[in-house]
T-cell receptor
């Protein structure tokens, strides 16, 4: 599975959009981009995933560049409860393989 | 529909004792994964199991650690003769393992925090 690079930490004002970048320049054609978050030592929570098209759900939007070498997770209106570590993971989707978690981005939402 | 259940949530053991961590996957899920998270680090994969089979144990330490997922009952992660370095949060995840929809996300439990004195 391809490796990802994320900033170590970010701040975001409450109510504003939080844009979390991720680089995955070695991604393969059959690898999906997944985002999970971990709120203060709880179990990781699935957020969203995508292959090449932009995706949106009730939690977030995922923007994937045309060359698929990077992506951005967007939380449209960040709240204090969105403070967490966000992990960007790329892997082949339709297998039972494990997820490789890096160190993620620690997002702090500021009142 | 209950999520992934793990127990105990906290476990304290003295060096040399055994630790048994249990994981009940979500209803309908037959794939279980165990991860370990050391303080201030990301999760590290340990083992992937399906019912009665170990599929991938490439992340498991070679000694003292074992895992099983019997036909009936929860998955068990067993650590024999624990040492202080085993202190960590251990997370279990489950998935349905189906690929028809093209994705296979894992749902995580709340974790078991093991402290070795």
């Amino acid at each position: 599975d391809a490796k990802t690079t994320q900033p170590t930490s970010m701040d975001c004002a409450e109510g504003r959009a939080a844009n979390l970048p991720c680089n995955h320049s070695t991604i393969s054609g059959n690898e999906y981009v997944y985002w999970y978050r971990q709120i203060h030592s709880q179990g990781p929570q699935y957020i969203i995933h995508g292959l090449k098209n932009n995706e949106t759900n009730e939690m977030a939007s995922l923007i994937i560049t045309e060359d698929r070498k990077s992506s951005t997770l967007i939380l449209p209106h960040a709240t204090l409860r969105d403070t967490a570590v966000y992990y960007c993971i790329v892997r082949v989707s339709n297998t039972g393989n494990q997820f490789y978690f890096g160190t993620g981005t620690s997002l702090t939402v500021i009142p | 529909n209950a999520g992934v259940m793990q127990n105990p949530r906290h476990l304290v053991r003295r060096r040399g004792q055994e630790a048994r961590l249990r994981c009940s996957p979500m209803k309908g899920h037959s794939h279980v994964y165990w991860y370990r998270q050391l303080p201030e680090e990301g999760l590290k994969f340990m083992v992937y199991l399906q019912k009665e089979n170990i599929i991938d144990e490439s992340g498991m330490p070679k000694e003292r650690f074992s895992a099983e997922f019997p036909k009936e009952g929860p998955s068990i992660l067993r650590i024999q003769q624990v040492v202080r370095g085993d202190s960590a949060a251990y997370f279990c995840a489950s998935s349905s393992g189906t690929s028809g929809s093209g994705h296979n996300e894992q749902f995580f439990g709340p974790g078991t925090r093991l402290t070795v004195l």
